[in-house]
């Protein structure tokens, strides 16, 4: 028993930032939990208006914060509540994505997904996909802040 | 070819007619032959313009440089400014009015065609001659030559062997928008298009390497901001990473001042420079014309073309955007197709 518990406590823990859309993601996350659908409980949820207003500088300040993996989760192609914004996510966060790749940080640290407000399921499967993808990697100490 | 003596004459019947308020130009400068940007108001300063492959700057900056001295001033523009532009400077103009940050009749753009050369690179044509700036006393263009005068005589070299990275990659030498152009449009291929970039894709393939080598390059960064300062569409009164509309009066207290938002912090460390060099390639993505002063002035040459190149070729290639073609089209992050990528997308 003793042992055990010092196997778990030596775990490295992964902590996700996810960005969650208000009218879809937000909500999908929400019936994940109304459902007692079990998953990992290492993504902290920060909702958003929409995912066409997560700029760029909100996932590079996670990763200087000490994410491990960021998430941004947005309605599906053509149900933004704001007829575009998941479009013009799309393509902004393409490009961070490239870019971050780029300059070679791991793929598997971020990730982005679509998740409608019935999805509850499909959310928990993406947070439990990732935390078991961002594990094997360690700690992210590319991008963390090295000042105290 | 172009005949410098064409551009003087242009300049000084521009300024003597009254038809524009000044004139943005190159001149002779002080360290060897190598020309300086220069602004001139009267008719009789404009034999001292210049035209040579040591025309480098991009000279788009001088334009937002004086259009942020008139806001300051509440003045409003009046006659428009002429500007000696080349290609690359004609799509950084065409980007900015794009913005809208200054209309097209405010600009009268005197184009030069770079034709079938460009502008040479420094420290490659120093490596050539084995010689250093100073003693260069001339240079020419000369149909797809350079013509460089040093101690020892006169000497043709061949231009591709010292021109800028950028030039020899550039798709448009020729300036599209323009109110008069010397020079001919001419076809060409020195190199192919990203051909540095591919270059480092292909060297750098795997994950490990490219962090190893851009964690090299973040760390020199000692954060002088030369590049923001030369970037002619880094126009931002307030960088994200220097606030300076946070006012600190009598009654601010320590907490406030404690707890402003900062994005980036402003000290020189590995994980700050990332922040701050993909903040700005990302502010660049679908406006970075390529003129590649940010590299050329980086006092500890990081290879900031890559960064700005990489976001350029996945526009062209996955949205098929390319940047200071014209002024009517919706910006790169300001508009979307269906067809957009999206298999990253789970």
């Known amino acids: 028993m003793m042992h055990e518990q010092q196997q778990t406590q030596t775990q490295y823990e992964p902590k996700i930032v996810a960005f969650l859309c208000k009218w879809c993601s937000s909500a999908g996350s929400d019936l994940a939990g109304v459902s007692r659908i079990q998953y990992p409980a290492h993504a902290t949820p920060i909702t958003v208006m929409c995912s066409g207003s997560v700029s760029p500088q909100y996932i590079l300040s996670a990763f200087n914060k000490g994410a491990d993996g960021v998430l941004v989760s947005g309605c599906h192609i053509g149900d933004c509540h704001y007829m575009e914004g998941n479009y013009l996510a799309r393509r902004k966060l393409y490009l961070i994505n490239e870019m971050l790749q780029f300059i070679g940080v791991e793929p598997t640290r971020f990730r982005m997904s679509w998740v409608s407000a019935a999805e509850g399921a499909k959310f928990a499967n993406i947070v439990k996909d990732f935390v078991e993808d961002l594990r094997p990697l360690g700690p992210q100490d590319k991008l963390k802040a090295q000042h105290p | 070819m172009i005949n410098p003596q064409d551009l003087c004459t242009r300049a000084r019947d521009l300024l003597a007619s009254g038809e524009v308020r000044a004139v ?45 001295r008139l806001a300051h001033l509440h003045q409003t523009p009046g006659k428009p400014i002429a500007i000696v532009a080349k290609g690359c400077d004609a799509r950084a103009l065409v980007v900015l009015m794009q913005e809208n940050y200054f209309k097209r009749e405010e600009v009268y753009i005197l184009g030069v065609s770079c034709e079938s050369t460009g502008v040479w690179d420094d420290q490659k044509l120093m490596q050539r001659l084995g010689c250093d700036s100073q003693s260069l006393t001339g240079g020419r263009f000369d149909g797809d030559d350079f013509v460089v005068t040093t101690a020892t005589g006169e000497q043709r070299i061949s231009a591709p062997e010292c021109m800028a990275d950028r030039c020899l990659e550039c798709r448009h030498p020729f300036p599209t928008m323009n109110n008069v152009v010397l020079g001919e449009e001419k076809a ?146 300001s508009s979307f197709r269906d067809d957009d990528p999206n298999d990253f997308i789970r």
């Open chain 2, 188 to 333: 060409r291929t020195l190199a192919a298009p990203f051909a540095a970039l591919s270059r480092f894709e292909e060297a750098t393939g795997t994950q490990p390497a490219r962090w190893a080598f851009w964690q090299r390059q973040f760390e020199r960064c000692i954060r002088c901001f030369a590049c923001r300062s030369v970037c002619p569409m880094c126009y931002c009164e307030e960088c994200i990473v220097d606030s300076i509309t946070f006012t600190v009066a009598l009654d601010t207290t320590a907490a406030e001042k404690a707890n402003r938002v900062r994005w980036i912090q402003r000290s020189a460390t590995r994980s700050e420079n990332i922040g701050y060099h993909m903040t700005r390639a990302l502010h660049l993505a679908g406006r970075c014309i390529d003129c590649g002063e940010c590299e050329r002035v980086c006092p500890v040459h990081i290879p900031l073309r890559l960064l700005n190149n990489k976001l350029e070729k996945e526009s062209r290639e996955k949205f098929g955007y390319e940047p200071g073609v014209s002024i009517e089209i919706a910006s790169l992050v």
């Open chain 2, 24 to 68: 943005v130009g190159y001149r002779r400068g002080s360290r060897g032959m190598a020309a300086e940007p220069v602004v001139i108001t009267k008719p009789e300063e404009a034999a001292s313009l210049v035209w040579d492959p040591s025309c480098v700057h991009n000279l788009a900056l001088y334009l937002v440089a004086d259009r942020k």
